[in-house]
């Protein structure tokens, strides 16, 4: 046969049927494209899970970029219109014999070839069939592609003169490849040399159709090749809807293998860019179409240690023009990329991209492709989106080896374009992710979004180490962010929230709370560390013996410890805090702590700070009020301020500005003014109450006993008898017992007290004083109280040795004492004479130069040197005046109740060393003075060689004797030795 224009075997010809509306679609062309496309987007989805966490690596030098996986959709064939060339019933059916090497072409109303048939031989035979030898057909697409088809024979059935084949069968070898641009030259009918490889190849034995109803199917071997991509697997069958133009179905049953290289893949060979489009814009070039791919039985994805197990995998596409979209492909593209975060290795270029390893995957059941008539809830806001199903009594299990994490699961759901992935749970299957075996997490669900960066799990949870039994577990939901905003960002961890009865623990230490928050640094080698944990509502930190604490917000700083993990290094606790340890007990508002880590691993409090209503309880019975407590626990110090801060044990209690405590040396001080009560009754010094106040400062040494307050000091003590004795001095320094002669639990007794004056005591001005002061019942007296006697004791140095019951006057000093307890009596009796001596009620004034002594359990007094005084009887306006150099006093001894403490009853008095008493109109000069109260009596004697001299105003002369007795009752004087005796008138 030859054409007319002289060329052998050449035939250009229009079939009649052209004008059928369903030969308009041509039907091979679309069954071929369609199914691979489809194929491919399948088999590229199914690698998507293995790059939603994609994990720094290398780039070889030279990668590739990647370009599309699926074709561009062509123009229909029936598209093009009829020519008045011979027509095609000469060629096939009807009166048309056998052709030799012939070829046919197809030409649309533009005068374009759009369809190409070249064949060996071409042979009708009976019942309207025709079968071709070495049939090759080439398609011309609307986007520039070509296809190409060819195979060893083809047996087609025409029914009907001018009508397209119905059915058919290619047979041996048959082999679609799909160009990018035509690979001949113009006007050659074959491939030159040097041509660009296909970008798809689809081979197996044979492939048959049948125009009726659409379909296309084979039972022999398929195997889909294209840049990086290999699919095979066995048998197939397709369906068109000629309707609208697509594929409606494709599926193969039984098992199927693939793989996927995307460092293979280009953008395109003639710099067309992607092949991917978005949506149209209301153009006709590109159409929407929705499909469901389903593969079934054990399915395996694998890819550089990566690898995915399920039992069903499904897949929703939307396609534009048969190709993914320009988002879709994005971010396929991004999930096959390394991440940005990984090194290139040296030598490789500047910029350019590691290539990722190939992608295989299997399946053992099948594989299903379905058009669907409109967007299901899967493609509502989505362009492409991936389900792993587990099969019946199994689980989903993903894995990669390089970063040892795993997880498992009933099913994960990805949507490629969001960059969303959920991992599901069902019934007794929970979802567990792994981290090699350091870390596993147990949830119900995890919902994974790329670009926001986050990782959630919406009920309750469990993440555990399985190093060291650490755990963290929540009831309502936990919430993960990391520094990724991109999938093709590295995973590193930002923070963690945890909801709902959280419970954290290390093995040692836990920690309670409604609410957990926590935040993490990435270090140079990409790992996240902890940097600080809060806890809300209910927190509670349990560390064991080293204690509880409790609050309403607990925040926890972190940092490296010497092994490269995380340890806390500073810890906050505000609201309603509480914290106990080993028997005692902190209360505060707020409170601050920085922590480290031993070498043993227990945790160390370096410091501590405690704000706002502080109040500390201890094991032994010390309690302490503070609005600020520091405090150095390992250096065994606490510094308490307030307004006061107040330090408290039994029944005396400490209070100041400012209060140190240190426990080591068990010393206790406080500056500036402070005041130490105790209202614990003391049988052993008679008293209901003490206080003492300071101005300067307080120091309490319990393992000497000593305490010393210094600057205007006053100690007052309220006595069980209605009376006060009050101390005041600069400085004041008592002695207890010391704590190695206390028992346990034991308060310390008085052993010894010194008051010194102003100046160190030097300054008589400013002396130390002790006041005692007695009151009786009285109804008409303001507070119900008559003051009946007063005892005042100055001197520059006041001391009192408890053990002894003495109390000292080292240096000079002076004594009051003022006796109302007889006045009134005195007021009824008859006026006594106005010169009465030493009469014991009254007021008395002591002064001396040397020293004064009281022994208080002996009721015996003694003063030295220039001993001085003057003494009012009560109602008399007359003052007597003895002076000598020592003076000696016995008195009744005070009571235990302290009734007559500091103002007994005068038993006797001696005074000796130039004795000199002047009462009234009498002077009187001795060498010693005895004073008998009980007979109100008085003794007056002269050292041997020596006379008493008596002077009286009324007298001629003085009188001279050895002693004088005096009777004060009477008024009457007894002389011995004297050379004149003078009567009063």
């Known amino acids: 046969m030859s054409s007319p224009d002289g060329r052998r075997g050449y035939h250009r010809a229009v079939p009649a049927a052209c004008d059928n509306p369903s030969a308009r679609r041509g039907f091979a062309r679309r069954a071929a494209l369609a199914s691979a496309s489809l194929i491919l987007t399948a088999a590229a989805a199914m690698a998507i ?62 005068g374009r070839v759009v369809r190409e048939l070249l064949y060996s031989r071409l042979e009708p035979v009976e019942g309207g069939r025709v079968n071709v030898s070495e049939p090759e057909g080439w398609l011309r697409l609307d986007s520039g592609a070509v296809v190409r088809l060819t195979a060893d024979s083809a047996a087609l059935r025409q029914p009907a003169a001018g009508a397209e084949p119905e059915s058919g069968r290619f047979l041996g070898g048959v082999r679609l490849e799909l160009y990018e641009s035509d690979p001949r030259p113009a006007g050659s009918a074959t491939i030159a040399d040097g041509s660009p490889d296909p970008l798809v190849v689809v081979e197996t034995d044979t492939l048959s159709f049948d125009a009726r109803t659409g379909e296309a199917r084979t039972d022999d071997p398929v195997r889909i090749t294209a840049a990086g ?217 995890l919902d994974a979004d790329l670009a926001a960066g986050t990782i959630d799990a919406p009920g309750p949870g469990e993440a555990r180490r399985l190093t060291d039994g650490g755990r963290v577990a929540w009831r309502d939901r936990a919430s993960v962010r990391t520094a990724r905003r991109g999938i093709a960002d590295a995973l590193t ?19 309670r709370g409604d609410e957990a928050h926590t935040e993490f640094t990435t270090d140079s080698d990409g790992r996240a560390d902890l940097s600080r944990a809060v806890m809300l509502g209910g927190a509670s930190v349990d560390a064991g013996p080293d204690g509880i604490l409790s609050a309403d917000r607990i925040d926890l700083e972190f940092g490296a410890d010497a092994a490269g993990g995380a340890t806390p290094t500073a810890a906050t606790a505000a609201g309603s805090v509480r914290a106990r340890r080993e028997g005692s007990t902190l209360r505060a508002d707020l409170a601050e702590a920085r922590l480290r880590r031993a070498p043993g691993g227990r945790l160390i409090v370096e410091s501590f700070t405690a704000n706002v209503g502080v109040v500390i309880e201890t094991a032994d019975g010390v309690r302490a009020s503070a609005q600020s407590v520091r405090a150095t626990p390992e250096a065994g110090l606490a510094d308490l301020t307030g307004e006061p801060a107040e330090v408290a044990l039994g029944g005396s209690t400490i209070a100041g500005r400012s209060v140190r405590i240190e426990e080591r040396a068990r010393r206790l001080t406080v500056f500036g003014a402070g005041r130490l009560t105790r209202a614990q009754r003391d049988e052993a010094l008679g008293y209901d109450a003490l206080t003492l106040t300071w101005e300067d400062s307080f120091v309490y040494d319990d393992l000497t006993g000593r ?177 000598c150099e020592r003076l000696e006093i016995a008195f009744e001894p005070a009571g235990d109740d302290g009734a007559s403490a500091g103002s007994a009853g005068l038993v006797w008095a001696r005074a000796s060393g ?43 002369a003085p009188l001279f004797g050895e002693s004088i007795r005096w009777d004060l009752a009477r008024d009457r004087l007894e002389w011995r030795g004297g050379r004149a005796v003078s009567a009063p008138d």
Not at 256 to 278: H, L, N, Q, V
Not at 494 to 509: C, I, P, Q, R, Y
Not at 814 to 837: G, N, Y
């Open 914 to 956: 130039a004795v000199y008493l002047a009462q009234g109109r009498r002077h009187v000069i001795a060498d010693a003075l005895l004073y008998d109260a009980a007979l109100g009596m008085t003794e007056i004697t002269s050292a041997p060689g020596n006379a008493v001299t008596l002077y009286d105003a009324g007298g001629p």
């Open 49 to 110: 899970w293995s790059f939603v966490t994609p994990r720094p690596g290398a780039a070889p030098p030279g990668a590739a970029p990647t370009p599309e996986l699926a074709p561009p959709t062509a123009s229909p064939i029936g598209s093009t219109a009829a020519t008045t060339e011979p027509p095609v019933e000469e060629l096939l059916g009807g009166s048309m014999g056998v052709s030799e090497q012939g070829r046919l072409e197809f030409i649309d109303d533009a």
């Open 493 to 511: 961890l930002e923070s963690a929230h945890f909801f709902g009865g959280v419970e954290a623990t290390d093995g040692v230490a836990r920690v």
């Open 229 to 445: 991509v290999d699919v095979r697997f066995t048998g197939f069958r397709l369906f068109i809807d000629t309707d609208r133009d697509r594929l409606a179905l494709f599926e193969t049953r039984g098992a199927g293998s693939g793989s996927i290289d995307p460092g293979a893949w280009t953008r395109g060979r003639s710099g067309r860019g992607e092949p991917a489009r978005d949506r149209p814009g209301g153009g006709s070039a590109a159409a929407e179409a929705l499909y469901l791919a389903i593969i079934e039985g054990e399915v395996t994805v694998a890819s550089a240690g990566r690898t995915a197990h399920a039992g069903r995998v499904d897949l929703w596409a939307r396609l534009i023009g048969g190709a993914p979209t320009a988002r879709t492909a994005r971010s396929v593209r991004g999930l096959l990329s390394p991440t940005r975060a990984g090194s290139a290795p040296p030598g490789a270029a500047e910029g350019a991209s590691p290539a990722p390893g190939p992608v295989r995957f299997a399946w053992t059941d099948g594989l299903t492709v379905r058009a669907l008539d409109e967007a299901p809830e899967e493609l509502a806001d989505e362009d492409a989106r991936v389900r792993l199903t587990a099969a019946d009594g199994g689980v989903v299990r993903l894995n990669d080896e390089s970063a040892a994490i795993s997880s498992v699961s009933a099913g994960v759901d990805a949507a490629v374009v969001q960059q969303r992935t959920v991992w599901r749970g069902l019934g007794p299957t929970g979802v567990v992710l792994r981290v090699g075996d350091a870390f596993e997490a147990v949830t119900g669900r």
């Open 707 to 883: 305490a010393e307050a210094l600057g205007v000091c006053e100690a007052v003590g309220d006595t069980i008898a209605p009376g006060r004795d009050t101390v005041s001095a600069s400085r004041l320094v008592i002695d207890t017992t010391p704590f190695d002669r206390r028992g346990r639990g034991e308060p310390p007794g008085l052993l010894r007290a010194v008051a010194y004056g102003g100046a160190g005591g030097e300054n008589p001005m400013d002396p130390a004083r002790i006041e005692s002061r007695r009151y009786a019942p009285d109804d008409d007296a303001e507070g119900g109280l008559r003051l009946v006697t007063l005892v005042a004791l100055d001197g520059p140095v006041i001391e009192f040795d408890a053990e002894s019951g003495r109390l000292r006057v080292p240096r000079p000093g002076r004594l009051v004492v003022e006796d109302r307890r007889a006045e009134t009596a005195q007021a009824a009796a008859p006026t006594a004479p106005d010169d009465v001596a030493l009469n014991a009620r009254g007021t008395t004034l002591a002064e001396w130069r040397g020293w004064l002594e009281i022994s208080l359990d002996d009721g015996l007094a003694e003063c030295r040197r220039q001993v001085r005084v003057r003494h009012r009887p009560p109602g008399s306006p007359r003052v007597a005046d003895l002076e």
